[in-house]
T-cell receptor, first 112, second 112 residues
Framework: QQQVKQSPQSLIVQKGGISIINCAYE??????FPWYQQFPGKGPALLIA?????SEKKEGRFTISFNKSAKQFSLHIMDSQPGDSATYFC???????????FGTGTRLTVIP | EAQVTQNPRYLITVTGKKLTVTCSQN?????MSWYRQDPGLGLRQIYY???????DKGDVPEGYKVSRKEKRNFPLILESPSPNQTSLYFC???????????FGPGTRLTVL
């Protein structure tokens, strides 16, 4: 059973556009929600993360929006660039559980 | 340079031939994990370790073994590999139980 559901599976965006990736979870005990970025041939790398006590976190062009009541969170990439083309994974973790649950991934392609 | 290293990066083997994938980190992290990445499934945790000699099962531990005799090393052992263990494997380390995980470059394993 997939603990974290992610959509879309793939996304094509024009340069300068906004990329939006959505995730949903069921376990209300999750208290840490990171997004990882993975380039071909590389391991995932942390992009941005949020705790459920805030509804939004912004770092440069990347923003996480978090809706605790709906158990959903999303990644927004503003002014998308070709260098953003990668696979993005949302994830969820619970303090003390020692198990990071990943979504199925979104392959983002930014067209010049 | 702070990093997680894995060896080998690519491995083709046959069913039943025991193999070990090594993982080493130089960041003095207490927590280490192994994940497998499969298309459409994202990353799933195989085993994790909270410290030397302390390990526990993740979501998909069947067919795998681990050991943590030294803080920096966390090898993954497949005693009798089968074709359904063909996958991309990642080792990760973290200074805390919840927080950023640092991933290695991955090991692509094919079991014939």
């Amino acid at each position: 059973q997939q603990q974290v559901k992610q959509s879309p599976q793939s996304l094509i965006v024009q340069k300068g556009g906004i990329s939006i990736i959505n995730c949903a979870y069921e376990n209300t005990a999750f208290d840490y929600f990171p997004w990882y970025q993975q380039f071909p041939g590389k391991g995932p790398a942390l992009l941005i993360a949020i705790r459920p006590d805030v509804s939004e976190k912004k770092e440069g062009r990347f923003t996480i929006s978090f809706n605790k009541s709906a158990k959903q969170f999303s990644l927004h990439i503003m002014d998308s660039q070709p260098g953003d083309s990668a696979t993005y994974f949302c994830a969820a973790d619970q303090t003390g559980a020692n198990n990071l649950f990943f979504g199925t991934g979104t392959r983002l392609t930014v067209i010049p | 340079e702070a990093q997680v290293t894995q060896n080998p990066r690519y491995l083709i083997t046959v069913t039943g031939k025991k193999l070990t994938v090594t993982c080493s980190q130089n960041m003095n992290h207490e927590y280490m994990s192994w994940y497998r990445q499969d298309p459409g499934l994202g990353l799933r945790q195989i085993y994790y370790s909270m410290n030397v000699e302390v390990t526990d099962k993740g979501d998909v531990p069947e067919g795998y073994k681990v050991s943590r005799k030294e803080k920096r090393n966390f090898p993954l052992i497949l005693e009798s590999p089968s074709p359904n263990q063909t996958s991309l494997y990642f080792c990760a380390s973290s200074p805390t139980s919840v927080g950023e995980q640092f991933f290695g470059p991955g090991t692509r394993l094919t079991v014939l």
